[in-house]
Each structure stands twice: as C-alpha cells, then as structure tokens.
T-cell receptor, first 115, second 112 residues
Framework: EAGVAQSPRYKIIEKRQSVAFWCNPISGHATLYWYQQILGQGPKLLIQ????????DSQLPKDRFSAERLKGVDSTLKIQPAKLEDSAVYLC?????????????FGPGTRLTVL | AQSVTQPDIHITVSEGASLELRCNYS??????LFWYVQSPGQGLQLLLK??????LVQGIKGFEAEFKRSQSSFNLRKPSVHWSDAAEYFC??????????FGAGTRLTVKP
C-alpha cells in the first residue's frame, strides 16, 4: 500500500514570495491533516479536512496560509507571502476517518527555508 | 485544551541499556495517547497508541508504554536499546476528533 506522498521535498524561497505544497493521502483515507514542524519543536496541527471540507483550521494563520482539498483527495497548502518564521517542515498526514482511534499516517514532509 | 510535556530534551543511553522516555499530558477527558518516532529526514512513524483497556501497551520495535491516569503520564520504555533506535521521539495526545497535540520531542542518542 502506498504511503502519503508529498512534494516538493525541499523548497528555498525569499521572504514575501509565495510557495505551495502538495499532498496525496493514502487511498481511501477521508481525513487529511497539515502540520507545521519548526526546528526543535513537535508538529503543530494547521488544518484538518474531512473529505473536501475543513473541520479544524483554528491554528492556521489565515492572513497568509490557505489550504484546499478539492474532490476530497489531494490537497495543497499555500503560503502567500512567506515570512522568515515560516521556515519549517510541513507534514501531511491522513487517516481512514476522523475518530480518535484512527491512526494518522505521515508523509516525509516538505522542508521550507525562507531567506 | 490538551497539551503534552516531554521533560527530557535529550537522552543518551548505551547500546543494550534500558530506556524510559517521559510524557505527561493534560486533557479533560479520557485521552487517546500516542508515541511516534522520527528519524532524520523522515516522517513520523507510529510506535504505539492507547485508547482504552489494558494500560500497558505493546508497540513495534520492542517498545511499550504504560498509561497512568493518576499521574497523567504515558512513559515509553524499551528493555534493551539498539543503535538503530537513535531518533527523535514524540508523545501526542488526541481526542475524539483526532486533533492531536504533540510534545516538543526527546532526542535519543545511543552510545556504542
């Protein structure tokens, strides 16, 4: 079974530029998550989708971050414009469903460096 | 709101020695508890999880964890550490909506 795919793996941009990350979850998984992991910290949940609807975006900085999950499968996370403090690894995860007993499976992440 | 504290930022153990990584959580109801491992440049891999029932949970790679409600703890243990166990370990707490909150992690170094 294929795991969670993410691209690109690495991205370097200058501040005020825009960037987008892509995630393809495990086939059949209804719930998709985006996390931000700053160096030396644990992952922080940014947004949670159930199929193609947002169910939790309470920690998403909505002035610059946006995410969508069209058709309830792939998802993109965008930052516009980027700031230095956005340098982090962005992790995508998916689970079969939303209930707490459903294991979240993580992709390898996209490492973003903002100069 | 739920939160997780991992008191040890970095732990060094000798290969073959036992290991215990500490995790304390704060959650208003019965929590879902998880331990994940992250190797350099890799995503997170689930080691084990607790939802209910037996408070001693067995996981992959020889790891186990014990849920102690009275101490709000979920410590991870391994009787004999291997060099390949060197990695970052994260404890997480979640609720019915799978809204996990992670601790800051503990970095494990294994001495030969």
């Amino acid at each position: 079974e294929a795991g969670v795919a993410q691209s690109p793996r690495y991205k370097i941009i200058e501040k005020r530029q825009s960037v987008a990350f892509w995630c393809n979850p495990i086939s059949g998984h209804a719930t998709l998550y985006w996390y931000q992991q700053i160096l030396g910290q644990g992952p922080k949940l940014l947004i949670q989708f159930q199929n193609n609807g947002v169910v939790d975006d309470s920690q998403l900085p909505k002035d610059r971050f946006s995410a969508e999950r069209l058709k309830g499968v792939d998802s993109t996370l965008k930052i516009q414009p980027a700031k230095l403090e956005d340098s982090a690894v962005y992790l995508c995860a998916s689970s079969l469903d939303r209930g707490g007993q459903n294991t979240q499976y993580f992709g390898p992440g996209t490492r973003l460096t903002v100069l | 709101a739920q939160s997780v504290t991992q008191p040890d930022i970095h732990i060094t153990v000798s290969e073959g020695a036992s290991l215990e990584l500490r995790c304390n959580y704060s959650y208003g109801a019965t929590p879902y508890l998880f331990w994940y491992v992250q190797s350099p440049g890799q995503g997170l891999q689930l080691l084990l999880k607790y939802f209910s029932g037996d408070t001693l949970v067995q996981g992959i790679k020889g790891f186990e964890a014990e849920f102690k409600r009275s101490q709000s703890s979920f410590n991870l243990r391994k009787p004999s550490v291997h060099w390949s166990d060197a990695a970052e370990y994260f404890c997480a707490v979640g609720g019915n909506n799978n809204d996990m909150r992670f601790g800051a992690g503990t970095r494990l170094t294994v001495k030969p």
